[in-house]
């Protein structure tokens, strides 16, 4: 009786790991979506998204909800507003909201700025200076405080900011980000606060 479980067992097991590889040969067998230029503007993802004949719907999940919305002549123009840095999955469906193509996935590194950020903070007897180096130029770096912004530059050819925080503004919990065109800024990044006059360097 044992041996007999046992083998029933091992065949459940075998065609259940088959049935696995099979779903997921089928799933890399669907056609592909295409997107067009992925930009960010006024909190909204934007690009056009191309799907094969078959598709009636474009699904985009983000955040645990999806939102379906109907192509014309096969393409659709995405203007999605959103908040945070998860990723998108995009992939096609029939009218009733069965899956037809692969899922295209834009991750945060295709939407938001993702330069490595180097940082140099002097502070004095009466106020401190912030020097932000980024490895692209045309950048828009942004200094707060809490919510409140408190002075904002542009690199330019230079790939560099410079900011003066005067004492009375220079506290704990400064942050600064960073935005490429056509690009999400970088999350927060806190500036290290410095108790007495020093200088330091650090690497974002």
């Known amino acids: 009786m044992q041996k007999l ?3 029933f067992s091992l065949l459940i097991a075998l065609l259940g790991g088959a049935l696995v590889t099979s779903t997921s040969a089928s799933a890399k067998s669907l056609p592909k979506l295409k997107t067009e230029k992925v930009t960010y503007a006024s909190s909204r993802l934007n690009t056009k998204v191309t799907a094969p ?4 719907l474009l699904a985009v999940k983000y955040n645990h909800h999806t939102t379906y ?6 393409a659709y123009k995405l203007n999605y507003k959103f908040s945070g840095y998860k990723t998108f999955e995009l992939y096609g469906t029939t009218s009733k909201h ?19 950020i180097d940082l140099g903070e002097i502070r004095t007897s009466s106020d401190a200076t912030i020097v932000v180096h980024t490895l692209g130029t045309h ?13 904002a530059q ?3 050819s230079s790939k560099q900011a410079t900011f003066k925080i005067a004492l ?37």
Do not use: E, W
């Open 5 to 7: 479980l046992f083998t």
């Open 53 to 56: 004949k078959s598709v009636k």
């Open 69 to 74: 919305y109907k192509l014309k002549n096969k």
């Open 98 to 116: 069965q899956r037809v193509t692969q899922i295209k996935k834009l991750s945060s590194s295709t939407y938001a700025t993702t330069d490595v």
């Open 139 to 151: 950048r828009t770096v942004r200094v707060y405080s809490g919510h409140k912004l408190l002075q």
């Open 154 to 156: 542009n690199t330019g």
């Open 168 to 204: 009375n503004q220079y506290k704990p919990k400064l942050t600064y980000t960073v935005a490429a065109a056509n690009k999400k800024a970088t999350r927060n990044i806190y500036i290290p606060y410095l108790t007495k006059p020093s200088n330091l360097d650090v690497i974002a």
